[in-house]
């Protein structure tokens, strides 16, 4: 390319996406063209729907959204692990529920979580408070990291955070590109999306939000320390996510992106904003490529009534059969 | 200046250090040196020191530390005419605690709170929940800045934004012209200190970190709006303060600023981490400037053992009367 050419690209933002399509995965149609259109809108000086830089937020969902959440949420399935790991010191787990079921399970299924996500709630906190606490915080990244590495998901045999959405990396990245400010809004524990977030997705722990337990300051060998504690502090989902949005960024997003029943809120939230605006919801349709849920999943419903108010709201709503050329980020040279 | 100059400072930060004095409120001695050569360190390059932008996270207290606390707190002096103005709708606070002692203040004298901040929590507690609730983050936001707009504070008889520290606005100025990136860390509300955060510190509202109520998500004439409620969340004090910063930012931060009994943890767990850290308290020593108050103090105690421990630990301790040439904003002209 010509240097003269490029310089002038420097200038022209609008020649820039002329010359690259900033979302390659993505087939043509309304929402790829959507996408484009409200950040060409907002960022672009002088037209009516600009949005200045300090106020270019916009929040992802994570499980299902951006990485596979079938046939359990990632952290369910470390939780599952490390009540193995901690079964030794609890001989009474074995024939005591939920503990009993997934010691029971033979390795490598995943256990069931009766009617996961609504019901036996009591259950999945147990065992999340204590799967989840009595290390520091620094202890528990480490366990993270470590897990991440030598875990692989059932059915792709890849690790997890291999199971990112190529689609969805691209809109990361293009917002980025264009100073919006990326935010993880999402039911999973903060602590353990912060482990890869940075690396994965390219969000810094200080735009990870999600369900999260308190801390305790003490103090261990005349160190200070923060120790996770079973007591929980708030649920990221549903209403949560609005209302975590403006506990932790104080300012409405401009653009969310979710994919069930626990996103809803924080879409209306975002649309019920004074300006432009922009929302998603990705619907799993590919049971060949990833899976194929909606109303009666377990994990990441995505209900009848969801679907009316995206259509009612003019939300944009993905199929991921028809609108993604591919899935993951391991299939970008089968893109046509 | 001669345009060569300039353009040869851009590249030798050191150089454009020499030229313009960061700190010209600040006497010279080796507290001001010691801010100067902290951040030399951690952002030159090659520095065994050095930080990488993304780390350089620096909090700051806020009353006392950034703006004055005496004779009160200013978000209880809001708290204060709150009161007065929710009274009519409570004819039975003319002869209940602590509405009485509140309501039979002469105007423009200052309540006392007795034994404040440690004693009557309850009391304060039930005036913040009931003064602080009941509307949506947004009427609390307009109020906010209406009352700060009429209010004077009693002594300076000046808006209480401008009551800021001048040489402390330096310090904020100087770490974000070096991509630190500044928080407040305030056992103040959250809420509150949004509302002018970003004018009068240049601290936006994802960066400031406060004392937190519930906030409810509802719905009123269809449209989603964020309630306030009396219930807390958390309090943004003490050992809440290294806890609150690993929520909301999840990296330990490499400088902090305090002034309090309160900001003893917040700077504990700024000291141990692993490379190159800055820690400093404002010490109010100078009566007829601003106010002289430490042990015996109702609002921001500065204890003894705080002052043991500052010592012990090396912490930078500011004596106001002098290390400050001046105190506020209006005073720069009497600089020498």
């Known amino acids: ?45 002088g037209e009516k729907n600009y949005v200045p830089p300090e106020e270019r937020i916009a929040t992802f969902d ?16 470390f939780a599952i692990d490390r009540v193995k790991i901690l079964a030794p010191e609890h001989p009474e787990w074995k024939d005591q529920e939920p503990f009993k079921s997934i010691l029971h399970t ?23 408070a204590i799967t989840h606490s009595g290390m520091t915080v620094d202890e528990f990244h480490d366990m993270i990291c470590q897990w991440l590495k030598v875990t692989v998901h059932p059915r792709f045999k890849k690790p997890f955070t291999d199971l990112v959405y190529q689609p969805m990396l691209e809109v990361l990245q293009f917002f980025e590109d264009n100073d919006f400010k990326n935010y993880i809004v999402s039911g999973g524990g903060q602590e353990f999306m912060r482990c890869y977030a940075d690396r994965v997705y390219h ?22 320390i923060l120790l996770k504690t079973p007591k929980l502090l708030f649920v990221d989902d549903l209403k949560g996510k609005p209302e975590s949005i403006n506990l932790f ?25 004074k300006g432009k605006n922009f929302e998603l919801l990705v619907h799993h349709d590919d049971a060949v ?23 009612k709201r003019g939300w944009f709503v993905v199929s991921m059969k028809n609108d993604w050329k591919v899935i993951f980020p391991w299939e970008k040279d089968k893109r046509q």
């Open 1 to 45: 390319m010509h240097f003269l050419f490029v310089l002038g690209c420097l200038f022209i933002q609008a020649c820039a996406w002329a010359v690259t399509d900033p979302l390659p995965s993505w087939n043509e149609g309304p929402i790829k063209s959507g996408i484009i259109q409200f950040v060409k809108e907002t960022t672009t000086k």
């Open 62 to 77: 994570q499980d299902g959204t951006l990485w596979v959440e079938q046939p359990l949420y990632t952290q369910f399935l």
């Open 106 to 128: 033979p390795a490598g299924e995943v256990p069931s979580f009766k009617g996961l996500p609504n019901h036996n709630m009591k259950n999945i906190e147990l065992i999340l």
């Open 203 to 224: 969000v810094p722990p200080e735009r990870v939000i999600g369900t999260a337990n308190k801390v305790k300051y003490e103090y261990r060998n005349e160190q200070p």
């Open 249 to 273: 960024i104080g300012r409405r997003p401009v653009a969310s992106f979710g994919n069930s029943d626990g996103d809803r809120q924080m879409l209306e939230w975002t649309q019920a904003g």
């Open 289 to 311: 490529r990833e899976y194929a849920y909606d109303n009666d999943s377990k994990v990441g419903t995505f209900s009848a009534s969801l679907m009316e108010e995206a259509k």
